[in-house]
């Protein structure tokens, strides 16, 4: 409750001050055109990659094993920044589009074929792979609704979600040690990855399932060995909760808490 007070008191804060500098112009626009503050959780999921490839390989003291996907695990990460809203005057429909920073990423994990050669038995070796990235995330959406969407915000959206990666990273861990190695990757990664998105949002609440179908890893990319470590990697899923708070006084009529803010802040007077 007291994380939730602190975000909603940041949104007030910006608010007002934006009230502030836009005047009647923007009270008379905001029923239309507002920005949302928008901070929340991904939840991501393991990669398409196929059960197996000829370049799932694992290096070992007896040399390098084959492998197979045994399947994904799930990864968090987070995302914060600021949308705009462009509401139709219909008031059942809008175009969203801004800014976010966003932490994403996926972790699959594999297991070593049977070996002979070397007495190695399936599943003896079992690995974890993670990709993770670091970017700019601009969401460009169409939402629509039933009923007033800006009076009760209660609305789907979808559309896409393009990505510009700052910085990609990939780590391994193996059940047979404590050690983890990783690295930041500067061949091999994708600068832009795009997402298509679907979700809903209700009051401040914002839940969405995207698809990442531009990957931050570039699966065409090949190895000093003429490998393809990524090949495969298409796509995965991810879904994203989130609170997407309106910085206009819909926020403060609906929420007592932020109402006391906007009055302390402007000294008990009302706007």
């Known amino acids: 409750m007291k994380k939730l007070s602190v975000i909603i008191f940041l ?8 009230m502030a ?3 009647d112009f923007l009270e008379d626009k905001t029923e239309y055109r507002y920005a949302n503050f928008v901070i929340g959780l991904n939840h991501c ?4 990659i196929g059960g197996k490839s000829d370049n799932l390989l694992i290096h070992t003291g007896y040399g390098d094993l084959k492998q197979e996907k045994k399947g994904f695990a799930y990864t968090p990460g987070f995302q914060v ?14 175009i969203v589009f801004g800014g976010k920073i966003v932490d994403y990423g996926f972790k699959n994990k594999y297991k070593c074929l049977e070996n002979s050669n070397y007495n190695v038995a399936a599943g003896d070796y079992v690995t974890t792979e993670t990709f993770r990235s670091i970017g700019l995330q601009i969401p460009i959406l169409f939402k629509f609704g039933t009923s007033d969407i800006y009076r009760e915000m209660s609305y789907a959206y979808f559309g896409v979600q393009p990505t510009l990666n700052f910085m990609v990273a990939k780590s391994h861990k193996g059940n047979w040690t404590d050690d983890k190695y990783g690295e930041k990757l500067s061949d091999g990664k994708s600068m832009l990855s795009v997402a298509a998105t679907f979700g809903y949002n209700y009051d401040i609440w914002s839940f969405s399932l995207s698809y ?4 931050f890893v570039d699966s ?13 990697i298409k796509g995965h899923i991810y879904l994203c909760t989130s ?18 803010i906007r009055r302390k802040l402007h000294n008990g007077k009302s706007l």
């Open 11 to 18: 949104s007030v804060l910006f608010n007002s001050v934006v």
């Open 21 to 23: 500098q836009g005047g």
């Open 45 to 48: 999921f393991g990669s398409s």
């Open 81 to 94: 920044g600021v949308v705009y809203n462009f509401d139709l005057k219909n008031n059942k429909t809008g």
């Open 212 to 215: 990442m179908f531009m990957e």
């Open 220 to 232: 065409k990319f090949e190895d000093s060995n003429g490998k393809k470590p990524y090949n495969g």
């Open 243 to 260: 609170l997407n708070i309106p910085m206009t006084r819909w926020t403060t009529i609906h929420n007592w808490t932020a109402e006391k």
